[in-house]
Nanobody, 131 residues
């Protein structure tokens, strides 16, 4: 059974970099056709897809966050990470890691932003941006 767990600091200062790690157990992040994403939900708002890293290491980002976001992975630890630079209080949210399997897609943005399609979810971790 695939399980995901987010970890990282719960408080980040404005202008700094938010860094989170997702540890995957019960399956390999390199298994073909699996995609691993970061999704966040600000208080009182809906879920927002941030970006995705594929089983082969390709990355895809939300246009609104692309300039500030980096997703990477450590296959030896079966982990993938999120870095969000130059954070502001508007970045305060619960951050989730999630996974899905798909053998084909035509448009990455429309595919990955549909959060209801994700089969695997972490519990989420609260991150507050404040000085």
């Amino acid at each position: 059974q695939v399980q995901l767990q987010e970890s990282g600091p719960g408080l980040v200062k404005p202008s700094q970099t938010l860094s989170l790690t997702c540890t995957v157990s019960g399956g390999s992040i390199t298994t073909i056709n699996y995609y691993w994403s970061w999704i966040r939900q600000p208080p009182g708002k809906g879920q927002e897809w941030m970006g995705t890293i594929s089983y082969g290491g390709s990355t895809y980002y939300s246009p609104s966050l692309k300039s500030r976001t980096s997703i990477s992975r450590d296959t030896s630890k079966n982990q993938f990470t999120l870095q969000l630079r130059s954070v502001t209080p508007e970045d305060t949210a619960v951050y989730y890691c999630a996974g899905l399997r798909r053998g084909y897609f035509s448009n990455p943005l429309t595919t990955f932003q549909k959060t209801s399609d994700y089969a695997y979810w972490g519990r989420g971790t609260q991150v507050t941006v404040s000085s």
